[in-house]
Each structure stands twice: as structure tokens, then as C-alpha cells.
């Protein structure tokens, strides 16, 4: 097993078995970041791809001031999110100031009991805008300002889809539930 610096100084000079070694060591890990952006397995594998295209063409960047997967992570999501404001999902949406208070959700579910396919198909249903920043803001830990700026979409716009995407969720959560006897 190569080390990462010598993995990576072998994908700066165009070795292809460090190449092919960087993208068996990351690319299961980084599907599924992929796949939580995505709507299917199609558009995961298209998102991974360009994704490691990318990584390959900007290794001479990567200076290793963080570790070699979060910077792989990162070009995931920045590859999706690239994905999805060419679909502009967001457009005429409502701001979080014009949505109903008693339409947000009040509660907070549990998710016992669900495994994390189940989760995955259930994120993946959702609308794309809401789906973009349900990932960004409760997955990844970016706040509503940087999904803002990183989505080109105002931080109410960015409020406004997380809240939605609560409430898609909580209901498919609600019908995923067996029935108590």
C-alpha cells in the first residue's frame, strides 16, 4: 500500500497505477457523497467521474494542508453542486420569511429504525434544490450563508429549501413507519 505522498506524486507524473490506486482507495467513499447529491445511480457514477477527471487535472494543487480524501470530498461536492445549478432548482421558490410558520415542522423525529439506503433514496427523492442544501447544511455542516454564496441563491432561499426539505422528509419518514398494533 502506497503511502498518500507517494500516491500523489505518482498521479502528478500521469502514473496510471497510482492513478487507478487513488481512485480504488476513494471511490467508494466518494460515491456516496456523490449519490447524496444526485437523483440516481447514473448521475452518482457521471458526478464521480468528472470528479476524479478533475482531481487528476488539479493534483499539482493539492498541497497537503488537509487529508488527501477531504480534498477529494470537496471536488465531489463542488462537481455536484456545479451539476445542480445548471438545473436551477431553486428558481421561484418561496423565501423563508414568505413561508407560513405552521407549515414549518415543529417536531423533531427519530430515525430509528430506518437503515441508510432507505435514508439515501428518501434524500434523493427530494426536489433537487432542497435535496442540495438538506446535504450542504445537515451533512456537510455548512451554514446557511455558505450554502448561499456557494449555490448563488440568498440565505432565505437557502432557509427556506433546508425547512422544506425537513418537512418532505419527516412525512416520508411518517409513511416509512410500521403501524403500531
Not at 433546508?162 to 412525512?171: E, G, H, T, V
Amino acid at each position: 500500500m502506497l503511502d498518500e505522498r507517494a500516491l500523489v506524486d505518482g498521479c502528478r507524473h500521469k502514473d496510471r497505477t497510482a492513478q487507478r490506486k487513488l481512485y480504488e482507495l476513494f471511490a467508494r467513499k466518494l460515491f456516496v457523497v456523490s449519490q447524496r447529491y444526485t437523483k440516481n445511480r447514473d448521475d452518482a457514477e457521471d458526478v464521480l467521474q468528472d470528479s476524479f477527471v478533475k482531481a487528476f487535472q488539479h493534483i499539482d494543487t493539492f498541497r497537503f494542508e488537509c487529508p488527501l480524501e477531504a480534498w477529494l470530498k470537496r471536488i465531489v461536492i463542488n462537481t455536484a453542486l456545479k451539476h445542480i445549478r445548471k438545473q436551477k432548482p431553486w428558481q421561484n421558490q418561496a423565501e423563508l420569511e414568505d413561508v407560513a410558520p405552521n407549515a414549518l415542522p415543529q417536531t423533531e423525529d427519530s430515525l430509528s429504525g430506518l437503515h441508510y439506503q432507505q435514508l439515501l433514496k428518501m434524500v434523493q427523492e427530494l426536489p433537487p434544490g432542497c435535496q442540495a442544501v438538506f446535504n450542504l447544511y445537515a451533512i456537510e455542516g455548512y451554514t446557511h450563508p455558505e450554502i448561499a454564496e456557494l449555490l448563488d441563491i440568498s440565505e432565505g432561499t437557502s432557509k427556506s429549501q433546508f425547512s422544506r426539505a425537513r418537512m418532505l422528509l419527516q412525512q416520508k419518514i411518517q409513511n416509512e413507519r410500521p403501524i403500531p398494533k
